[in-house]
């Protein structure tokens, strides 16, 4: 599929609903778990915000802020406009086209800011009818760009990997370590990197990195997470400061059991669910049950943006079906009490075959001389 | 200047108490408070990722991840609330100087509504302009709409003026600004690609402490710039690049234009950014700034980016007051410290912007950074 094919069905959904016009709304604030609309309509990453106008006809035009980004906007979609007045080009837009409100509908608008948003619904005459289900819906699948972009994001994240296991040592403070390794993710091609990272010898969890310094005996883990072109893919991995105890190697091992366990289960027709329940059936089985759920863990994975957070959580309660070309991490990051949180996990492309991970090495416990 | 947001914040975000010392916070609440009405009993701020300059004033935390609320009352202890799970407190406590363990935010209105009930008083609050419309609607029923006007008008003053602390922040973020600035002319001397260049200048931000440093380029010799999005290998003469770093809360930025061959262009530009510094004083009104910048110019077509302003002051976020548009009809004051700006986009083809970061005096300006 590619993006006009994508469109081509948003389009399909549009004219059921008797929508002649749709406008896909995204603000500045380019955040992994926000769909973007924008994105998903045009692959356009904005500086400002932007409008996609999406026509029943099949036009697509952009607006986009602010107005010195008319270059690059144009590049992605003909004719785009760049412009430091937003609202004002875009109710210039529509009093041209002169549709009732009744047939516009709108995606991303609620995420927009409160003045933002007041500011559209006075523009259009009329309720607007939100969409952004049917967005979602129809943007399931990664299109072959962006499967390509997320097969190059899966490579940068595990040559950062690489990077990180030559530099990383006692005495750095984590925040030094995860903007090394930011800065290089960016040099291979990255232009964001979600980085999740963590270290101690019994974390609870991961989070936002600090200026705690690395000690020898330390597990530091973390999910690196690069975009390409706005496309995102994830891998999570633990990090032994010096010799890990036996109870950590047993129980990653564990864990990549488990992982392994649930990637068999993401393929066509399965449901996401049983993505979940294999991985913590083999944690049940273990005597781990009360750590499958929350306060401890809530999901085994999720979708990747930029763009379309679907096919959704890998969770107990996500009963969405699997279909070729949707594109999600299963990690089945846990705490456990021996050990304290540890992280594996893999980028997974669904194939007509099943699970592809996108990576060339599935996770294992890294070691590193200290 | 815009930028592209990042999805995460990575960088040292740590409260660095021997920059500013909580004596400092007291005194920018003491400040505060004696300029607020009386009868407003405590003050809240909201931030996010993109817009948290509020927030950061009161209380040195930038919210690297999601959503975050301060309610800091006249009397009693400050308590910072942040979207997260409860075991991401801990880091998030790292960041401020209130002691009072931070608390997990779900809504700003839900927290909002509990200190409503417990102080019986009005709330000023302030922040919060990406605030979506239902959250929005939510916090305005609870905090006192002329309170909140009015405390806006004040932090937005109190953070005009930067103090001395403040001030010393922003020399040693120009200090790395430069560093930054000598590494983009090193690699681009060197013959190295464009974005290749423009990574190693922000690496070195990275490795001197920043919270924070983005950049803008241009592949066309400065005629248009843009964010990074894949990597250039070509080699690109003029380089015009913006870059900025985030220390300690607050930015510093700059515009690099570098050229190996002459580039009459970037001569003009630096021409009418010398007088624009030169006339940068106390007083000075933002449409003489720019008939100052015009005249440096002589007739010369100013650069599309920087066309209809002269430059914004800049601190807690990269825009802030003053805005020194030709029609905004700002006066500078002394304690302002402004990013100018002088671009020049010639028939010839040329193309150049470049800037300076300035603290404005009674007498004059001080120049912290330029081209």
């Known amino acids: 599929m590619n993006i006009q094919q994508r469109r081509d069905k948003v389009i399909d959904a549009m004219k059921e609903q008797g929508v002649e016009l749709l406008l896909g709304f995204h603000d500045n604030g380019h955040f992994i778990e926000k769909p973007h609309p924008v994105m998903l309509l045009s692959h356009f990453k904005s500086v400002g915000d932007s409008v996609a106008m999406l026509g029943a006809d099949g036009g697509l035009h952009l607006i986009t802020s602010p107005a010195w980004e008319a270059e690059r906007a144009a590049e992605r979609v003909p004719g785009a406009v760049a412009t430091d007045d937003l609202i004002g080009e875009l109710g210039r837009t529509l009093q041209k086209r002169k549709i009732p409100g009744n047939r516009i509908a709108v995606a991303g608008l609620a995420g927009m800011p409160a003045a933002f948003e007041t500011a559209v619904r006075k523009l259009i005459d009329g309720e607007p009818k939100g969409v952004d289900a049917i967005v979602l819906r129809e943007t399931r699948r990664k299109t072959e760009e962006e499967i390509g972009r997320a097969r190059r994001a899966a490579d940068i994240a595990e040559k950062t990997q690489e990077y990180m296991l030559s530099i990383v040592k006692p005495g750095m403070r984590e925040d030094d370590l995860a903007a090394e390794l930011r800065w290089y993710s960016k040099s291979l091609g990255a232009e964001d990197n979600f980085y999740m990272m963590t270290s101690g010898p019994h974390s609870m969890a991961v989070q936002t990195p600090c200026g705690r310094v690395l000690e020898k005996g330390d597990l530091v883990i973390g999910e690196l997470t690069p975009s390409y072109e706005g496309q995102m893919a994830q891998i999570c991995r633990t990090v032994s400061l010096g010799p890990a105890s036996e109870a950590v190697k047993v129980k990653y091992a564990l864990l990549v059991h488990a992982m392994k366990k649930g990637i068999a289960q993401a393929r066509p027709g399965n449901r996401m669910s049983q993505v979940c329940n294999a991985i913590n059936a083999e944690l049940e089985a273990e005597g781990y049950g009360q750590y499958c759920h929350p306060p401890h863990i809530k999901r085994r994975g999720h979708g990747l943006g930029f763009g379309s957070g679907l096919p959704g959580d890998v969770a107990p309660d996500n009963d969405i079906v699997l279909e070729e070309d949707m594109f999600f991490v299963i990690h089945p990051n846990q705490y456990l009490p021996e050990t304290g949180y540890m992280m594996c996990g893999e980028p997974t492309l669904i194939t007509a075959n099943g699970a592809e991970t996108l990576t060339r090495d599935m996770a294992r416990l890294y070691e590193v001389a200290v | ?371």
């Not at chain 2, 932090?155 to 001395?164: D, E, H, T």
Request: proline share 5%; with cysteine; glycine share 10%.
């Open chain 2, 1 to 371: 200047m815009q930028t592209m947001h990042s999805t995460l914040l990575i960088g040292h975000y740590d409260w660095e108490p021997q920059h500013l010392p909580k004596e400092e916070f007291d005194a920018r609440l003491a400040e505060l408070w004696k300029r607020l009405p009386a009868n407003a009993a405590a003050i809240a701020a909201f931030g996010d990722r993109r817009s948290n300059s509020e927030l950061v004033y009161l209380t040195n935390f930038v919210p690297k991840l999601r959503d975050a609320l301060a309610i800091i009352p006249r009397s009693g202890e400050a308590r910072l609330y942040v979207a997260g799970a409860g075991n991401m407190m801990p880091i998030a406590a790292r960041q401020t100087w209130i002691s009072t363990p931070p608390r997990p935010l779900s809504e700003p209105g839900k927290a909002l509504a509990e200190w409503k009930a417990a102080i019986n008083a009005p709330i000023a609050f302030v922040g919060g302009e990406n605030l979506r419309l239902a959250l929005r609607n939510s916090v305005d029923e609870l905090v006192d709409a002329e309170a909140a006007r009015q405390a806006g008008e004040v932090i937005r003053a109190l953070m005009r003026n930067k103090r001395p602390r403040e001030l010393a922040v922003i020399r040693q973020g120009c200090a790395i600004l430069r560093a930054m600035a000598d590494k983009l002319k090193e690699a681009h001397g060197a013959g190295r690609g464009v974005t290749a260049a423009v990574i190693e200048a922000e690496r070195v931000g990275n490795k001197m402490g920043a919270q924070e440093v983005r950049s803008l380029l241009s592949l066309d010799g400065g005629r248009t710039l843009r964010p990074f999005l894949v990597p250039v290998d070509k080699v690109v003469d003029p380089l015009q690049a913006f870059l900025s770093v985030r220390f300690n809360g607050y930015w510093a930025e700059g515009h690099v234009s570098l050229s190996t061959a002459a580039n009459p262009a970037a001569d003009k530009a630096r021409a009418a950014l010398q007088g624009l510094v030169g006339a940068a004083r106390a007083g000075a009104k933002a449409a003489d700034l720019d008939k100052k910048l015009k005249d440096g110019l002589a007739g010369s077509r100013e650069h599309p980016v920087t066309a209809g302003s002269v430059g914004t002051g800049i601190g807690l976020s990269l825009e802030e007051a003053p805005r020194l548009s030709v029609s905004s009809g700002e006066t500078l004051q002394a304690g302002d410290v402004c990013s100018l700006r002088a671009g020049v986009s010639d028939e010839g083809g040329h193309h150049a912007i470049v800037s300076a970061m300035v603290a404005v005096t009674a007498s004059g300006s001080e120049v912290l950074w330029s081209s």
